[in-house]
Structure formats: C-alpha cells, structure tokens
C-alpha cells in the first residue's frame, strides 16, 4: 500500500534555513501537503503542492517535489523559535476519497 | 468562521463504556473526515462523508466503531466497549472538494480508556 517516511528529528539554530524531508511511495499522488502540530494541538496545514509542479514557494516556506525519485521537501528559510513543532507530509494518493496518507512526523526543535 | 470544532476535547472512561465524540465542520464544507492519531505517530484516515453519505471506511474502523453525518452538517463518531487500545487522539478535518481539497483540521478528541 502506500507509505509516507520522513526522519524524525531536526534541530537547527534560530535564523538558520530548516529542511525537512519526506518520501512517498505512490507514484499516481496528485496532491502532497505540509502540515504543522504544536503540542496537544490539531494539525495546521502550512502548503500543498500539485504534482506537476517542481516548486512552490508562500513567504518563508518553500517545497520542492522531485516526481522521479518521489521526494519533498519543506525549507523553512530564517528558523524562528515558535517554528518548534513537528511537521507532517501527506500524499493525496490518486484517490477522489480525499483520504490523506500521513508520514509519522518530522519534530523540529529550534534553538536560540 | 471559527473552523472545525471538536468535543469534548478530553475524554476519560473506563473500559467497556461507550463514547461519542462530535465534530462540527467549516460551514460550507460538504467533505468531512476522521482520522485517529496514537502518540509519535502521524495520523491515520478512518472515515470520510461526502455530506451525509459515508463513502469510505478503514479497516480500522471496527464494528465497535460507527459514525454518523445524518444533515451533512456536524458528525459524531462513536466508540462501543471501549478498549485501552483505542486510546488516542481522534481528529476531524473537513475540506470544500476543489482542486486541492485542503483538509483542515479540528483541535481533536484524547481519549483515555482505563
């Protein structure tokens, strides 16, 4: 079935760029997102990505997909301290069911 | 719109007992989903309701669990005879079914079965 992996721990010092990894395994996904959860806190979603698209860029953020080799990215350019949460990726898969496929979360601690 | 809302948003019961959980959507949303989150995991997908119709349930939906959307508006999701495995985060999340169909989530249900 499919399957969603990312590392589970980065730490970067406060004003440093954070890039968070993620692969996938579906090669028919359409749609892959970025959500953020703070402690005992729902799921915030940061961006989304087409897969047709290489790159996406919303402020601080950037994704890039590499289709071919089924990898994204998120880069957190100037890394604050409330940036402190884990982040999940998640393939839409090819299904209309809008059933999400989750990695099992990437915690980013930031340090000042 | 205040987004999805969740209650309760703490849940303690005693193995056995039943539980319901309600989820209230993004008013204009007819896509509602939930999924179950279990400590230092990510979230796994459940059930999903195209306004009142249940279109798509996970395997881990036993029989023990039943959920309802009966107006197309808020759901509730039910849990019989609990069991401490079922000890989780239970989450809502609905979306608008367009290009995208961003899930957006509610701040969840603990569970804590004892």
């Known amino acids: 079935g499919e399957d969603v992996e990312q590392s589970l721990f980065l730490s970067v010092r406060e004003g440093d760029s954070s890039v968070i990894n993620c692969t996938y395994t579906d090669s028919s996904s359409t749609y892959l997102y970025w959500y953020k959860q703070e402690p005992g806190a729902g799921l915030q979603l940061l961006t989304y990505i087409f897969s047709n698209m290489d790159m996406k860029q919303d402020q601080r953020l950037t994704v890039l997909l590499n289709k071919k080799d089924k990898h994204l990215s998120l880069r957190i350019a100037d890394t604050q301290t409330g940036d402190s949460a884990i982040y999940f990726c998640?393939?839409?898969?090819?299904?209309?069911?809008?059933?999400?496929?989750f990695g099992q979360g990437t915690t980013l601690q930031v340090k000042p | 719109d205040t987004g999805v809302s969740q209650d309760p948003r703490h849940k303690i019961t005693k193995r056995g007992q039943n539980v319901t959980f309600r989820c209230d959507p993004i008013s204009e949303h007819n896509r509602l989903y939930w999924y179950r989150q279990t400590l230092g995991q990510g979230p796994e997908f459940l059930t999903y309701f195209q306004n009142e119709a249940q279109l798509e349930k996970s395997r881990l939906l036993s029989d023990r669990f039943s959920a309802e959307r009966p107006k197309g508006s808020f759901s509730t999701l039910e849990i019989q005879r609990t069991e401490q495995g079922d000890s989780a985060m239970y989450l809502c999340?609905?979306?608008?079914?367009?290009?995208?169909?961003?899930?957006?989530f509610g701040p969840g249900t603990r569970l804590t079965v004892t």
């Open positions: 998640a393939d839409l898969g090819s299904s209309n069911t809008g059933k999400l496929i």
């Open positions: 999340a609905s979306s608008l079914n367009t290009r995208g169909d961003e899930q957006y």
